[in-house]
């Protein structure tokens, strides 16, 4: 069960419904609900803890084995991952006790705790943590169910390491974040035998985040003036479905563990098994694709009102266009946009049986080629969904255990610590998501701009001839015309967000630096790549909130011109006009400060309330 300090868990869950650690296959779903919902989490399943068991049972022999060679006077056999060292320092000598094992792994955790940066939100590193446990309960990773709990633990008392976000390559996996998650959930290894040498290991505890309320025990801000190595440390996150925001302090990892009953000291092993494979990569990756989907419906939807908002023509949206093609996205795209507009009397009257009003019924591409545009970034998701979720159940250490292996050496180095699947996914998704902001500000620039002009009256009266639209969405009399700007400014963010995206969605996976040595001569870059389309993801939710205030303004100007009594939006889109007109966003008159609008229509966007609205009400 979760503490009273666990975040909330989604209404209405049962047992029935709890991911179990290692009994199925985990979905980016699954990964939703336990890190940006709460969801608790089931311990190890008990099939997978007979996976488990197997392979620890075999590095602990392997264990015995090295101390009967060290008892016996000879020189014990060298295990990579077990009692040799890491990367570049493969082979340089053969470790000959349990306790430097244990050592050869806290110094791993010690020496890659080397991120920078600021923090990851919590659901990044509740994701890393459910991810993580996931891998291990394959079975190839010669670790303790303990080890998989103490994560499962971590996630129902909302334990919440401070991990920073930047420096790892992606290729032995996320490398510095995973450890600095470590030196919170592990502490030091202590001597076995009196014959063993106290190496005084460094004992830094890590660091985490407990939920700070002003006003509570312990909550003055300290003498930062004076000490500020030793003045607290304060965090902000806030939910992206909710908005709702948490104030954190810092505290030691000693202090976090406590609710899980301490830190655990790890065994031969257990380091590189936890700390090996572009986790914290998967994580993010897992929550920008289920927010990528996210966006593109949404993407549908604001297509359908801005299509309305400019009186625009339903034929690049029939079936028969795309069956011509061939591109099944597209015509999905097409279909649903078609149902949004369902019973509208503000687009041309052209159907499939009545010729339209307007020849010829040809819209700006950015209307016209939407179900080509979002069909491709649709296919784009699918693929990069594809290779997320397969990583989510991947045992992704090294080396891994092979019991049914003939040999006696049952492991087997590989490289599925690569990252690259990753990578490639955020890259793709990252390009294809920013042609979804790109063509979201077109949308925006052909709703408000003044041109072109076809007639001398038409640029007097500043109307746009293909749309009957006001220059920026504002109706002025002429008495004082050139007094409001109107949304003018919306396309103006909306350009700035669209270039930033632009340079974000430059490819992290060719990107490669040489490390260690050059043992590691080809790196995946996966964590900058996941990072980035992350922050892709944010921008365009943004763009998309400022294309619905502009196509909600288009769509009011419409309806309030006068001999337009009989005109009304589609069922979809008219659900979605009433949403945001019911979260208080009112129709501009005159210049109004215009944040708080965007502020409210980004969390109708985050929120999916629009499209759930819109969906409701097409059936």
């Given at each position: ?179 600095h998650l470590l030196l919170v959930m592990c502490t030091i290894p202590f001597p076995d035998s009196v014959n063993d040498v106290d190496l005084e290991l460094d004992t830094t505890d ?181 290779w997320v979720e397969m990583d989510l159940n991947a045992a992704t250490d090294n080396p891994l255990i092979f019991l049914d292996l003939e040999r006696d050496y049952k492991t087997l ?207």
């Amino acid at each position: 069960m979760m503490s009273a300090n666990s975040l909330n868990p989604l209404e209405a869950q049962n047992n029935a419904s709890l991911f179990q650690v290692g009994a199925g296959r985990l979905t980016i779903a699954d990964v939703m609900r336990v890190a940006r919902h709460g969801q608790p989490v089931m311990e190890l399943a008990p099939e997978a803890q007979v996976r488990v068991e197997a392979s620890l049972a075999w590095v602990m022999e392997t264990v015995e084995q090295i101390a009967e060679a060290k008892s016996n006077g000879s020189k014990p056999s060298a295990y990579y991952g077990i009692n040799t060292g890491f990367g570049a320092l493969a082979g340089r000598s053969a470790l000959d006790s349990a306790y430097l094992t244990k050592v050869l792994g806290r110094n791993l955790i010690a020496s890659h705790s080397v991120g920078v940066g600021p923090y990851f939100d919590e659901e990044i590193v509740r994701a890393t943590m459910l991810i993580r446990a996931q891998s291990l309960a394959q079975g190839y990773s010669g670790v303790r169910p303990l080890i998989i709990n103490t994560l499962v633990a971590m996630l129902n008392e909302r334990v919440y390491p401070a991990v920073p976000e930047q420096g790892s390559l992606g290729a032995s996996g996320d490398l510095a974040p995973l450890c600095h998650l470590l030196l919170v959930m592990c502490t030091i290894p202590f001597p076995d035998s009196v014959n063993d040498v106290d190496l005084e290991l460094d004992t830094t505890d890590g660091e985490a985040f407990v939920p700070f309320s002003p006003g509570s025990a312990g909550s003055q801000l300290g003498d930062f003036q004076e000490k500020p190595d030793t003045a607290p440390y304060y965090h902000l996150t806030q939910s992206p479905s909710t908005g709702e925001q948490t104030l954190w302090r810092r505290v030691s990892g000693a202090e976090a563990m406590a609710r899980v009953g301490g830190k655990i000291e790890l065994q031969a092993k257990e380091a590189l098994a936890l700390s090996n494979g572009a986790t914290v990569s998967a994580a993010i990756a897992a929550l920008v694709v289920q927010d990528a989907q996210n966006l593109l419906d949404n993407a549908e939807l604001v297509v359908a009102m801005t299509l309305e908002g400019i009186r625009g023509f339903r034929d690049p949206f029939y079936p028969h266009v795309h069956r011509a093609r061939g591109h099944r996205g597209a015509e999905q795209i097409a279909a649903q946009v078609l149902r949004y507009v369902d019973g509208s009397r503000l687009l041309d009257l052209g159907d499939l049986f009545t010729n339209p009003a307007r020849v010829p019924p040809q819209d700006p591409y950015s209307v016209r080629c939407a179900p080509q545009v979002l069909g491709t970034i649709r296919d784009t998701l699918d693929m990069a969904r594809q290779w997320v979720e397969m990583d989510l159940n991947a045992a992704t250490d090294n080396p891994l255990i092979f019991l049914d292996l003939e040999r006696d050496y049952k492991t087997l180095s590989g490289g599925n610590f690569h990252g690259e699947p990753i990578a490639m996914a955020m890259d793709f998704l990252g390009i294809a998501l920013t042609e979804l902001g790109s063509i979201s500000d077109r949308r925006m620039f052909n709703l408000i701009d003044y041109y072109p002009h076809k007639t001398y009256e038409d640029a007097v009266n500043k109307i746009n001839p293909q749309h009957g639209l006001s220059g920026f969405l504002v109706d002025e009399p002429k008495a004082t015309e050139g007094l409001n700007a109107g949304l003018m400014m919306l396309q103006a963010t909306a350009a700035a967000l669209v270039s930033d995206c632009k340079v974000l969605a430059h490819p992290d996976s060719i990107d490669s630096i040489p490390s260690s040595a050059n043992q590691e001569d080809h790196v995946s870059m996966s964590l900058n790549a996941a990072r980035h389309a992350r922050q892709i993801v944010q921008n365009v939710e943004n763009i998309l909130a400022l294309e619905f205030l502009c196509a909600t303004q288009a769509i009011a100007l419409q309806l309030a011109k006068r001999g337009n009594e009989n005109l009304h939006p589609g069922k979809g889109t008219q659900a979605a006009y009433d949403c945001i007109r019911a979260a208080g966003v009112e129709f501009l008159t005159q210049d109004r400060v215009l944040y708080p609008d965007i502020r409210k229509v980004l969390h109708l966007v985050r929120s999916g309330a629009l499209v759930q609205a819109a969906r409701q009400a097409t059936g």
